[in-house]
T-cell receptor, first 112, second 111 residues
Framework: DVKVTQSSRYLVKRTGEKVFLECVQDMDHENMFWYRQDPGLGLRLIYFSYDVKMKEKGDIPEGYSVSREKKERFSLILESASTNQTSMYLC???????????FGPGTRLTVL | QKEVEQNSGPLSVPEGAIASLNCTYSDRGSQSFFWYRQYSGKSPELIMFIYSNGDKEDGRFTAQLNKASQYVSLLIRDSQPSDSATYLCAVANQAGTALIFGKGTTLSVSS
């Protein structure tokens, strides 16, 4: 079975802190994605990566950056957390072209 | 901006009935379509995907695709209370690099 893991299920940070969210997949997938999910707004794509050291902006990249130094790991970075970044963050991965995306369990981030 | 539209619901059906979930999309060039189920507090999980016009059946689930009408649907036969969840429609962009998700339809199956 494909396994996508995220570093934390729940995280509480203060405004202005630098926040790292990590995602690891064990299926040698090329493509990895970061989404945030908010009530009434659905899943929104923040960034995705189709190869090591490659990244593409999604629909809402402002305030975020990403890092993909190894194929299995994709990190989402909030350079200076703000309260409007309080959300559920979901990581997903897929092999090759767009195919079934496998999601991690999610990280519920609260910024105070 | 490419869009995927779903009725947010809630859609309420009695146990044993057929639940019909609908989705429309704006990108006429889209080729791949997915239905995900998301239980409250959990992450989405794939139910079905469909690439060709027509119907695709998998157990109690049937996905229907009409590219001319830019419409995709999911039918759940013999609905069970365990089917109560939010159902997300997702459409691949033309480049095939990412999925665009609808906001989801909440289904409630009463026993």
């Amino acid at each position: 079975d494909v396994k996508v893991t995220q570093s934390s299920r729940y995280l509480v940070k203060r405004t202005g802190e630098k926040v790292f969210l990590e995602c690891v997949q064990d299926m040698d997938h090329e493509n990895m994605f970061w989404y945030r999910q908010d009530p009434g707004l659905g899943l929104r794509l923040i960034y995705f990566s189709y190869d090591v050291k490659m990244k593409e902006k999604g629909d809402i990249p402002e305030g975020y950056s990403v890092s993909r130094e190894k194929k299995e790991r994709f990190s989402l970075i909030l350079e200076s957390a703000s309260t409007n970044q309080t959300s559920m963050y979901l990581c997903a991965s897929t092999g090759g072209a767009v195919d079934t995306q496998y999601f991690g369990p999610g990280t519920r981030l609260t910024v105070l | 901006q490419k869009e995927v539209e779903q009725n947010s619901g809630p859609l309420s059906v009695p146990e044993g009935a057929i639940a019909s979930l609908n989705c429309t999309y704006s990108d006429r060039g889209s080729q791949s379509f997915f239905w995900y189920r998301q239980y409250s507090g959990k992450s989405p999980e794939l139910i079905m995907f469909i690439y060709s016009n027509g119907d695709k059946e998998d157990g109690r689930f049937t996905a229907q695709l009409n590219k001319a009408s830019q419409y995709v649907s999911l039918l759940i036969r013999d609905s069970q209370p365990s089917d109560s969840a939010t159902y997300l429609c997702a459409v691949a962009n033309q480049a095939g690099t990412a999925l665009i998700f609808g906001k989801g339809t909440t289904l409630s199956v009463s026993s």
